[in-house]
Every structure is written in C-alpha cells, then in structure tokens.
C-alpha cells in the first residue's frame, strides 16, 4: 500500500525509478501492474472486436439496403398498379402487401408466385381475395429479388433475411 503512496506524490523520474529497481523486488505490486496491462490489452481486443463485427454488418446491411432501394424502384413500375404506392391495395380486388402476414411465407413460395403467378383464393390479413396475379417471369433474378427484400422490409414488414437473385435462379 505505500508504495502507492509513494507513486501518487512522486514525480516522473522518481516513479521510473521505482517501477525499475525498487518495486520489482515486492512482487505482489508487480502482478498488479501486470493484471493492469492484460486488462488494457483485453479492452483493446474487444474493442477491436466489436468493430470488426459492427463494420461486418454494415456491410452485410448495405447490401440489403442496396437491394432495398432497387426494389422500390421495380415496385414502382411493375407492382404499384395493383398493390399501389402505400402497398395497401385495392379493397376487395388486390391484397395488401403492407402490415401483411401473406409476405411471411418462406423465400421459395414467394418468389414462385412472382416467377409464376397466381390465381384462385388467398386469405391475407384473415380477407379472402380471389383474384389472378399475372406472372412476372420477364423481371430478371436481381429484380425479383430486390422487389421482394423491398415489400418484405417496407410498410411495417420486418422479415428477417435477404432474398438473393441466385435463389431466384435457381427457382426459374
């Protein structure tokens, strides 16, 4: 405990000389310092972590935001017709595609009825429709992909993952 004492009131050359010919002879003090230095050292490596994990995801993220953005493009000229701009859709004619359980269906089933179409009743929002949704197989993989990570995380949808245009290839 003194020599804590000692460094506190002691100036720089006395506290260099004491971390190099006194206190190595009381070793308790010096596992204090070194526990000091492997805490530092710790701290340094998991802030090193974190930012490789933080600067990871955001890259990871910039690509579903890229996506995200080229979808809403595509939604534009080949979907908001039907399922209009607030993704609300036509009462009683086209479903929702906002606030909607229908877009949590897996990757596969929804990119089939892009690639394919679809007709007969769906239930979304517990509504019945019985409509036919013409097949937009002209729409390249990207673009089928882009327009369903866009409805997927626009008005009020949050599902997780992204939908990548090879899963899309490999459905065609």
């Known amino acids: 405990m003194w020599q804590l ?7 720089k050359a006395v506290r260099r000389f004491l971390l190099f010919f006194i206190i190595p002879v009381f070793p308790t003090y010096r596992q204090k310092i070194q526990k000091k230095r492997c805490m530092k050292s710790s701290i340094h490596l998991a ?3 974190n930012g490789i994990f933080f600067l990871g995801s955001s890259f990871f993220q910039s690509g579903t935001a890229k996506s995200i953005e080229r979808g809403k493009e595509v939604y534009a000229s080949y979907c908001q017709n039907c399922h209009m ?15 909607t359980d229908y877009v949590k269906k897996p990757a596969k089933e929804l990119i089939k009825i892009i690639l394919e179409g679809q007709s007969g ?11 036919i949704m013409p ?8 673009q089928i ?10 008005w009020g949808n949050k ?8 899963q899309v290839k490999t459905l065609r």
Not at 159 to 166: D, F, Q, R
Request: hydrophobic share 40%; net charge negative; aromatic share 6%.
């Open 47 to 49: 802030l090193i972590i």
């Open 135 to 142: 097949a937009q197989s002209y729409l390249t993989d990207e």
């Open 145 to 154: 992909a882009d327009v369903l990570n866009y409805v997927r995380n626009s």
């Open 5 to 11: 004492v000692i460094l506190n009131i002691a100036g």
């Open 159 to 166: 599902i997780p993952g992204t939908i990548t245009p090879a």
């Open 85 to 99: 701009e607030d993704g609300n859709g036509t009462p009683d004619v086209f479903p929702p595609v906002a606030k």
């Open 121 to 131: 009743e769906i239930v979304v929002n517990k509504k019945t429709y019985n409509g």
